[in-house]
């Protein structure tokens, strides 16, 4: 079962960036393709993600549980997909935290498994995809904060912070993202650089 064990810095304090990442439909707005079903009240958020490839367009469906722990600014993850045609199936788990103090260092750790035709690659490279992924969420997230206009709750409080209009991320290119889980996989085997 692959593992992942990454860090992003956020440019923000935590009291700022955590009230964002305590919002899921937020969260979504900063994934690229990424689409959240309105919340159905039964602690499980659904949604899918689209990646392009070049003219094919393929969407992968699932679900997912959030455990916050706001005194700590830590929220557990279970989470579960399937590919639009059914053919592969993928399970997750993991933590994220945010801590710091003029910034925000987010540390994300836990496995995934996928079965199915997916399952060589996902083994392969699906870490290097799921750093590509944080990459471009930790971008999104920091041009959320950064935008002007937006003001969201420094004093931790549980009401969900907005986004401002216009900040929903572009639909996943599986080019841009092969790219970066190239960068990612060349890192890997010449030691980590600056991104």
């Not at 920091?142 to 002007?148: D, E, K, M, S």
Request: a negative charge; glycine letters at 10%.
């Amino acid at each position: 079962m692959p593992s992942l064990s990454e860090q992003t810095t956020i440019p923000s304090p935590p009291e700022t960036v955590w009230p964002l990442l305590s919002d899921p439909a937020l969260i979504a707005s900063c994934i690229p393709g990424a689409e959240l079903a309105p919340d159905q009240g039964d602690g499980l958020w659904r949604g899918s993600i689209r990646v392009k490839f070049g003219p094919t367009v393929a969407t992968f469906r699932g679900e997912v549980a959030l455990t916050y722990d706001h005194a700590n600014r830590t929220c557990s993850i279970e989470g579960r997909g399937i590919d639009q045609r059914g053919a592969s199936h993928a399970l997750a788990s993991g933590t994220v935290s945010a801590s710091g103090t003029a910034e925000t260092v987010l540390t994300v750790d836990g496995s995934f498994s996928v079965t199915g035709p997916l399952e060589a690659f996902a083994n392969a490279g699906g870490v290097h995809v799921a750093r590509a992924l944080l990459a471009e969420f930790s971008t999104n997230l920091t041009n959320l904060v950064a935008a002007p206009g937006s003001e969201h709750e420094s004093d931790d409080s549980q009401a969900p912070a907005t986004a401002p209009a216009g900040t929903t991320a572009t639909e996943l290119s599986a080019g841009s993202l092969l790219w970066r889980a190239l960068l990612s996989w060349f890192k890997s085997l010449f030691g980590r650089g600056k991104s």
